[in-house]
Nanobody, 120 residues
Framework: QVQVEESGGGLVQAGGSLRLSCAAS????????MGWYRQAPGKQREWVAT???????NYADSVKGRFTISRDNAKNTVYLQMNSLKPVDTAVYYC??????????????WGQGIQVTVSS
């Protein structure tokens, strides 16, 4: 079994910063892409950023220049440093990891989500 767990959310004022963490654990052989998505109230879940196992990154235009995604392969952990936060960034943030199990199967695993609220 695999567990994916986010941490680090909370309430912050506009212009402030937060750092999210997401750790994958369990019967893991390797982890490929890791990424962050978010879902605001009344909206569909949207992609935020992705980092490959080699460290290549991609960002949604809405967060480019403000958010930084990184990972620690030894810990199977991905981070999202969020700076210059805006009220529109308020959402539940989800971690997603592309994981190969020790038995060989690949799968996409989601965390339970963590709330980020940015006040104006």
């Amino acid at each position: 079994q695999v567990q994916v767990e986010e941490s680090g959310g909370g309430l912050v004022q506009a212009g402030g910063s937060l750092r999210l963490s997401c750790a994958a654990s369990g019967d893991i052989f390797s982890v490929n892409h890791m990424g962050w998505y978010r879902q605001a109230p009344g909206k569909q879940r949207e992609w935020v950023a992705t980092v490959t196992s080699g460290g290549s990154t991609n960002y949604a235009d809405s967060v480019k220049g403000r958010f930084t995604i990184s990972r620690d392969n030894a810990k199977n952990t991905v981070y999202l440093q969020m700076n210059s936060l805006k009220p529109v960034d308020t959402a539940v943030y989800y971690c997603n990891a592309d994981i190969r199990l020790r038995l060989g199967a690949w799968g996409g695993y989601w965390g339970q989500g963590i709330q980020v609220t940015v006040s104006s």
